[in-house]
């Protein structure tokens, strides 16, 4: 089928889209008028004589899926990352502008082999349980990583051979090898009060919060909302709000009707095909906040036919499912233009990115590699996807398109906590046959943005390489690219095994989209990293 006739098929499911969610704006070039760009703190108001306040002191952002976890070494997706911010902190951070920066740890030094980096730790910060935060805590922390291999920070700290306490408020960590993307990962490790660790465990982690961060776990309703108080006893500058609460509202209607009433003083994500909409009201803000949110599709190369067969487990097939998916139509019909075709396995603005040569729709060619793999007559395929409104369009959208090499796909929304359960099951257990995923890397490298979905020792439950990719020339490239301090042999690694996994087409190669929030003018001292972190350190409420 040439191009004009999958334009066409996109332009009738535009109409469906629009019909179902109501409005449509215009395709952006740039960051639009009424729009805050990426890496700034939203404070300004803009335009107008607007002096709408919140009717209260509560700060409220209504998010599109909940947490699936609290205790922040447990939790792995990024809303929960985003809320377990808010009540943990770690040694380093990133800060809006993605530098790296110190935060528990006021300094720091490495040998110079690499090995052994010594953190000077600020004093006087206690966990919201009271005990003391020291040299001692790291240990502790490191200790629960090594004593549970199930835990997401026994992945983060896989690196670390031991941890030295020098003073009570000096510690150096030993690596097993020299590994360049350390304080980038570390930036993710978020320190859990000792006393809480051996006395609440995963479940009473869950419920109540022991970090040092500016927030204290109040209330929490699975599926529902997680509502905090205040730190009296931050240790900085802290929020001038008395509670912030994080509330679960898939719906993208209803998420932006919060908005508009005040129900909500922030939103995110913002639905592309409301943008116009909330653009239009004065009392609102627009948040254009570009892209880092990497779209694709998870093909399980173990799916197994009834007749025995494993159509994903052929490359022709892998890469046909590439050129019967339109990109460019995908973009404009679910994002309305908020979005860029995919031209490698992570946005551009990832340090590292190697430009790839799209797969360009063309049935044609994809049809010629069905019938060359022995699958003209298609099969049919079951995909999970969050059942949010944005997630079920690309999903819906996606089936249509593979429709077109009669691929028949069964889409199967599901609660993300669920996808979160199903998608941990090991390779001989697992039930994934594909998944629409989203997918950006916390720790903002390009070693985060492919080891984890795509090494071969990262399957279920260590990592999410759900497609169970597994080839050695590409997990060799990321394992030698971390051993060297050589930029140039640095990008080179990076950059043949992003070639390597483009043309081997583990996933089908959906699009990176825009991080769109929506907000009150009111809300002042808010931060955002690109990509669509909320920062609420400094949180305001102007009355």
Not at 164 to 172: A, F, G, I, L, M
Not at 438 to 453: E, H, K, L, P
Request: with cysteine; net charge negative; hydrophobic share 35%.
């Amino acid at each position: 089928m040439k191009k004009q006739a999958s334009i066409i098929l996109a332009a009738l499911l535009a109409v469906s889209l629009t019909a179902c969610s109501g409005g449509k704006t215009e395709t952006p070039a740039t960051t639009a008028a009424g729009e805050t760009s990426a890496a700034t703190e939203a404070a300004s108001t803009a335009g107008g004589d607007n002096t709408a306040v919140s009717p209260d002191n509560d700060f409220v952002i209504a998010l599109q899926a909940d947490a699936t976890h609290l205790d922040p070494h447990v939790s792995g997706n990024g809303v929960s990352n985003t809320i377990t911010n808010s009540m943990y902190e770690t040694l380093v951070w990133f800060d809006e502008n993605l530098e790296l920066k110190p935060l528990l740890a006021k300094s720091w030094t490495v040998s110079d082999d690499g090995l052994d980096y010594t953190f000077v730790l600020n004093e006087g910060i206690k966990f919201h349980d009271g005990e003391p935060f020291n040299a001692e805590s790291i240990v502790a922390n490191y200790e629960r990583a090594k004593s549970d291999s199930s835990l997401r920070l026994a992945s983060q700290t896989a690196m670390w051979d031991s941890v030295t306490v020098d003073s009570e408020y000096q510690v150096t960590i030993h690596l097993k090898e020299p590994n360049n993307t350390f304080l980038n990962k570390l930036a993710q490790v978020r320190i859990v009060s000792p006393k809480a660790i051996k006395e609440l465990g995963k479940d009473g982690l869950a419920k109540q919060s022991a970090g040092t961060g500016p927030f204290i776990l109040s209330e929490r309703v699975d599926g529902g909302y997680t509502k905090m108080v205040r730190n009296e006893n931050y240790w900085q500058d802290g929020p001038k709000v008395d509670t912030l609460t994080w509330r679960v509202v898939p719906e993208d209607g209803a998420r932006v009707a919060m908005l508009q009433t005040g129900e909500a003083d922030i939103i995110s994500p913002l639905p592309a095909i409301q943008v116009d909409k909330v653009k239009d009201d004065a009392s609102l803000d627009v948040l254009n906040l570009g892209g880092l949110t990497y779209r694709y599709a998870t093909l399980n190369k173990n799916y197994t036919l009834a007749d025995g067969r494993k159509p994903l487990d052929d490359v022709r097939v892998r890469q046909a499912m590439n050129y019967a998916f339109d990109s460019e139509a995908y973009t404009q019909v679910v994002f309305q233009g908020y979005a860029s075709v995919p031209t490698s396995l992570f946005a551009s603005s990832v340090p590292y990115y190697a430009e790839q040569t799209p797969y360009t729709a063309d049935v044609e060619k994809a049809k010629s590699l069905m019938s060359e793999a022995g699958y003209s007559d298609g099969f049919p395929i079951n995909i999970w996807v969050d059942n949010t409104t944005i997630e079920m369009q690309g999903a819906e959208f996606l089936k249509q398109q593979l429709a077109q090499i009669n691929i028949d796909v069964n889409v199967v929304p599901m609660e993300s906590t669920t996808i979160a359960d199903m998608t941990s099951a090991p390779e001989d257990k697992t039930e994934v046959q594909m998944w629409y995923v989203n997918w950006s890397s916390g720790d903002y490298s390009a070693d985060g943005s492919m080891r984890n979905i795509l090494h071969g020792d990262k399957y279920p439950p260590s990592g999410y390489n759900t497609a169970f990719y597994n080839n050695a020339e590409f997990n060799k490239c990321l394992d030698d690219a971390l051993k060297t301090t050589d930029t140039d042999e640095i990008t080179k690694l990076y950059a043949q095994a992003q070639s390597i996994a483009w043309e081997e087409c583990p996933w089908i190669f959906l699009g990176v989209d825009n991080s769109l929030i929506g907000q009150k003018k009111y809300v002042k001292g808010i931060k955002y990293r690109p990509g669509g972190t909320i920062l609420v350190t400094n949180i305001e409420l102007v009355h």
